[in-house]
């Protein structure tokens, strides 16, 4: 009896260093659960909601000073008015995916990553709603690599990252993943994605000696793209074309191909800090035939959204408040939301959703009223031929 009792126990240990292991290395019993946390639309309203946080430039919390705000927000103003900034955004908007498009802690000011991002990425956590996040350029700045800051966040709670596609060792970066967004529960679309979503890690700065300036997406990346977008589109064939949103830190050279006002919704305040090659990602997404918009940070007060050759391009703005940005301008965040058509499908018991029938975004600011500006569509089924 004795025996079996340790037996018992030993097993009982096992099972607690597994599920340990599991949180922070995204290969335990808690992370397969994770990834098996399927995103669907919801069945009351027909929609999918996605907050996108751009730069927070997070370090060491209440002891980290602001930047760049008016000389009355300085006292007192620290990382901790990122993380407020971002409950309020949650309560207000209530998300079903929560996506943080790089610089998410700034690892030259933050004294241990691991710390800093379990603060950085609390609010998201503790909110229960799934989140995701890329790197950025100045993420692997501090005690850790990379690799090793994207292995910690995919070892995080209600995350649905991941380091990179299983079995491909080939492919640059950390961070290169897709979601498949399903159809209402009980619908007729309830195993079938509605709408793909990609994430890419656009690097940090050049490695090659005759090309200055910042990373951008590698030929492997792309071609990881290419084949699942076809992958995703096959799988759906015989069901309406789900459109994608690709996310990633650092914009294309595309985005200085808007000049005028005119052409875009809201505000150029800086230049386009792309890389000075052009990698062609622009070109393969157009090919792909599936994408309607494409989400990047990295220029803090730049937050306009404008379409080129049928994709829009947007940045989100800057988010942190210790990160650069302009005294006076408020921070802001990115909402985006992909919206049901309704339907009267006899066989659709729940509500009568259909496919994506538009999709929109604005920006939200925190001042006092959290207020909303630059409503856009950025695809409509009606208006579109895909």
């Given at each position: 009896m004795a025996t079996y009792s340790g037996l018992l126990v030993s097993i009982f240990l096992l099972m607690i260093v597994t599920f340990s292991a599991g949180d922070h290395t995204g290969k335990g019993i808690t992370s397969k659960h994770k990834k098996s946390r399927k995103l669907r639309f919801d069945g009351k309203?027909?929609?999918?909601?996605?907050?996108?946080?751009?730069?927070?430039?997070?370090?060491?919390?209440?002891?980290?000073?602001?930047?760049?705000?008016?000389?009355?927000?300085?006292?007192?103003?620290?990382?901790?008015?990122?993380?407020?900034?971002?409950?309020r955004m949650i309560r207000a908007e209530r998300p079903h995916l929560i996506v943080f498009t790089g610089d998410n802690i700034y690892g030259f000011d933050a004294t241990n990553s691991s710390t800093s991002m379990d603060a950085a990425f609390s609010a998201a956590i503790e909110s229960n709603i799934p989140w995701t996040a890329i790197l950025g350029n100045h993420d692997q700045e501090?005690?850790?690599?990379?690799?090793?800051?994207?292995?910690?966040?995919?070892?995080?709670?209600?995350?649905?990252s991941r380091l990179n596609p299983v079995?491909?060792?080939?492919?640059?970066?950390?961070?290169?993943?897709?979601?498949?967004?399903?159809?209402?529960?009980?619908?007729?679309?309830?195993?079938?994605?509605?709408?793909?979503?990609?994430?890419?890690?656009?690097?940090?700065y050049s490695t090659v000696s005759a090309i200055p300036g910042y990373g951008w997406i590698k030929p492997s990346q792309q071609v990881w793209f290419q084949q699942t977008s076809k992958a995703l589109q096959r799988a759906n064939i015989n069901n309406p074309p789900a459109p994608g949103l690709v996310y990633f830190h650092i914009p294309l050279t595309e985005y200085s191909n808007f000049i005028s006002n005119?052409?875009?919704?809201?505000?150029?305040?800086?230049?386009?800090?792309?890389?000075?090659?052009?990698?062609?990602?622009?070109?393969?997404?157009?090919?792909?035939?599936?994408?309607?918009?494409?989400?990047?940070?990295?220029d803090h007060v730049n937050e306009f959204c404008g379409e080129l050759m049928d994709i829009?391009?947007?940045?989100?703005?800057?988010?942190?408040?210790?990160?650069?940005?302009?005294?006076?301008?408020?921070?802001?965040?990115?909402?985006?939301?992909?919206?049901?058509?309704?339907?009267?499908?006899?066989?659709?018991?729940?509500?009568?959703?259909?496919?994506?029938?538009?999709?929109?975004?604005?920006?939200?600011?925190?001042?006092?009223?959290?207020?909303?500006?630059?409503?856009?569509?950025?695809?409509s089924k009606k208006n579109k031929k895909n």
């Amino acid at each position: 009896m004795a025996t079996y009792s340790g037996l018992l126990v030993s097993i009982f240990l096992l099972m607690i260093v597994t599920f340990s292991a599991g949180d922070h290395t995204g290969k335990g019993i808690t992370s397969k659960h994770k990834k098996s946390r399927k995103l669907r639309f919801d069945g009351k309203k027909g929609e999918f909601r996605i907050l996108q946080v751009a730069d927070m430039h997070f370090a060491n919390g209440k002891t980290t000073e602001c930047l760049d705000v008016l000389p009355s927000q300085f006292s007192g103003c620290s990382d901790l008015n990122t993380t407020a900034f971002i409950r309020r955004m949650i309560r207000a908007e209530r998300p079903h995916l929560i996506v943080f498009t790089g610089d998410n802690i700034y690892g030259f000011d933050a004294t241990n990553s691991s710390t800093s991002m379990d603060a950085a990425f609390s609010a998201a956590i503790e909110s229960n709603i799934p989140w995701t996040a890329i790197l950025g350029n100045h993420d692997q700045e501090g005690t850790l690599s990379r690799e090793g800051v994207m292995k910690y966040i995919v070892g995080m709670k209600n995350t649905l990252s991941r380091l990179n596609p299983v079995d491909d060792e080939s492919i640059d970066g950390f961070g290169n993943y897709n979601l498949e967004v399903n159809g209402v529960d009980g619908s007729i679309y309830e195993n079938k994605s509605l709408l793909n979503l990609y994430f890419l890690d656009s690097g940090d700065y050049s490695t090659v000696s005759a090309i200055p300036g910042y990373g951008w997406i590698k030929p492997s990346q792309q071609v990881w793209f290419q084949q699942t977008s076809k992958a995703l589109q096959r799988a759906n064939i015989n069901n309406p074309p789900a459109p994608g949103l690709v996310y990633f830190h650092i914009p294309l050279t595309e985005y200085s191909n808007f000049i005028s006002n005119s052409s875009y919704k809201g505000v150029k305040q800086e230049g386009i800090s792309s890389a000075s090659v052009n990698s062609g990602f622009f070109a393969t997404m157009v090919e792909a035939g599936d994408v309607k918009a494409v989400f990047t940070g990295h220029d803090h007060v730049n937050e306009f959204c404008g379409e080129l050759m049928d994709i829009h391009l947007c940045y989100a703005g800057g988010f942190g408040y210790h990160a650069y940005g302009k005294a006076g301008w408020s921070r802001r965040a990115r909402m985006v939301i992909a919206s049901l058509e309704k339907t009267t499908t006899i066989d659709d018991h729940n509500g009568g959703w259909g496919a994506v029938k538009s999709i929109k975004t604005w920006k939200r600011l925190d001042d006092f009223n959290l207020s909303m500006i630059d409503v856009q569509v950025i695809w409509s089924k009606k208006n579109k031929k895909n």
